[in-house]
DNA sequence: GACATTTGTTGTCTGTGCCAACATAAAGCC
DNA sequence: GGCTTTATGTTGGCACAGACAACAAATGTC
């Protein structure tokens, strides 16, 4: 699983640790393998901790006590010894998570086991004011309060931004696509909803969502690259822990510059990889006019043209020394491609791997992998669903 | 403090921890901070750590005990109260460094405290045989243990590799000055000497050292460049640690590429930063034959002709767009340039600081500062000799 | 049905850090 | 100098987290 924030009890030098911390600490890791597996017997849990079974029941109960998991019955036997009891995720928690697009803003509500248990979509206008968009989420979450039980319990909401984010100040620095610049659009939306607000670049939220629940799942060190309409964005892992730089803009992946091109990117710098592999171009050279995301992949796959071949064979060479650079920096387990950078890979995965490894180094060539994103339309939620729980998992007892 | 081996108890999910495990973090964080203040009272430990005074009496008194510290007299005094009792690290527990050059191979015995006590430089072949180092090595071990005392103990041992270290393994991958391809070094070594031998990068050792006594201190985020005879070597330190990669390659900072140009680096790979930006044609275009470093220095610095300074502002136009894309990967707060990249640095600083800034992302580049690394010609000791001390710091209890 | 095997529960124990009270050592004040 | 004030070290008792052992419970095996 990966972390967010490092909470890892006396992880940062200076801080001592008491037997208080002790407990937590032990309580957030059962409760983040609940929470990762779903629902997981009592004996795998104190096999994978190590702690001894009466410490397990003790925790455990407290976690109940909580109601942040519930023990249901035995259910799986067939082996000889008593059965062992399941502990599953509480089903009743749930996150908000906030996705401005295009003419709407997406608010969704997931739950704890990972349920998409209620949706709205609210119409705004193509560049919504920070107002506008705090008027459509409180338009969809009264909607969607209406869908969910009283028993349902909303923890916190997250945002998702495609630009950058200033994590520490919960703050918009600058999202072109939304035309907004230094907007403390968490304190302004937690304010209305009066719940806590979290907001982040897109790419970060995607990246980790595949890590925990996708194609990284089991990897400690991964680079996550999407390719989408408002650019290149992506995210890495290093240690199951997503990085975040000083203020939260680490992983601008795709404003790396390769070559002397003077084509420049949605920031206008020039010569760096958005710039070069992009979806316009690419659906431009497909002959397509704003097309969805699996038609383009299939123009892709499909493309026939010396014209349309050549301009992803470009593409390629281009993503490929893209990719090597992030390898001699990384030494990555495995690469992730998402969006569009998901079809290039598969129209010609030995050139891709092939020039890739042309150009990294010896060492960190040789293992990485790279694969293409498991995770649906629906990333975005899961992963702003995971930044709301994160709290919570690394603090379960604060949550009375 | 950086850490190198990510022992934060609890860190990673699933293991869970005991109370033998708290006392042992509560130790190591005591013993770290010991350490990098060589001397530092108890009550300062107190309000570090927010431990109880009991508490730190405790674990002082196991310290103490373990002959890891030591408890001198109050000495400070000027302020009201009782005066703090100081406690220091030990003077007696020693590192060796092992950092093979042209022409010979440079051993040194460096203490807890920081001192370097013992040095010796045993002629090698310009490009030695492992056994080669492994015999220069242990000649130069004996000729060390003789300066030491009876009570003085050698606890490890590293090596610093100019080329690629398996960190897993403790082999090294490649390093085309000593042209050794896959050689188990550690392992050699290590039953040579019968020590624990680590090696690494020496650019990852340097950034380790820079990090935590060098200009790099009281920063998490910190890129270090260093640019020497072998290329632009580096390392990368994130929330106060170093980055590993999967197998330890990462931070192959001079191999990124930024141009198409044709030149090539030491590794064969075109257009990257050591390609571009090198040592042997910055002596040339000075005209200088084989200069040591402050020679350079000067040179660069004091350069007035206008071919000189031509190729000298290429090659701080191609070093700003590098840090450009560290920065937007990485969000750092500092970037340290030691080597030749320091004169290039200082040739034109606000050439290089706007220049980077052009080419980086809107947040990134407003907090990130560019400083000159601190430590001199010891820093590879310095490093390596906490590249040892780590482990004895991350578990002071396992050093009876 | 007897037995082995695995898991949950309970009571006891150990050890770790906290706390309060006291002792100690300095500075400030008269 | 003697008093108070302030800060620190020390000591004994305490609370509580997790380990451990013994027992109970639930399943498979013969």
Redesign the interface.
Known sequence: ?VKVE?Q????????????D??RQ??LS??L??VY?NRTISRSDLTS????NRS?ISDLVGELVGLKLVSESETAQAGRVGRPSSNVSIAENIFAITVVPRYHSTIVSAVSMSGELKARARIATPIHPSPEEVCDATEVALSQIRKQLKKTDRIIGVSVAISG?V?VRNNSV??CSFLKWTEVPFGALLSERLGLPVQIDNDGSIACLAESTFGAGRGF??IIYLFGGTGGIGGG?V????L???????????G???????KAVDS?G?S?TLEALVNREQLAEALGLDDPEDDELASAILEASSPRARRIIDKKIDVLA?GL???V??????VILLAGFLQPLFQANDYSLLSKMRH?A????RE??QVRTAALGSRILEIGGAQLVFQDLLNNPAASK
Chains 1, 2 share one sequence.
Do not use: C, W
Request: zero cysteines; aromatic letters at 6%.
């Open positions: 699983m490092s890892s009890f006396a992880g940062s030098i200076g801080r001592g640790a008491n037997r911390d002790l600490s032990n890791n059962l983040k393998l990762q994978m901790t190590g702690l410490t950058q200033d620095r600058i400690s060190d890495v290093i240690e199951d822990k990085i975040r730089g000083y203020r939260g803009y680490a992983g601008e992946l404003h790396i510059r390769l070559t002397d091109s920031l710098l010569g020394i090597a650079n992030l001699n920096i990384f030494n990555p387990q150009s180094v010896a060492g960190s293992h990485v």
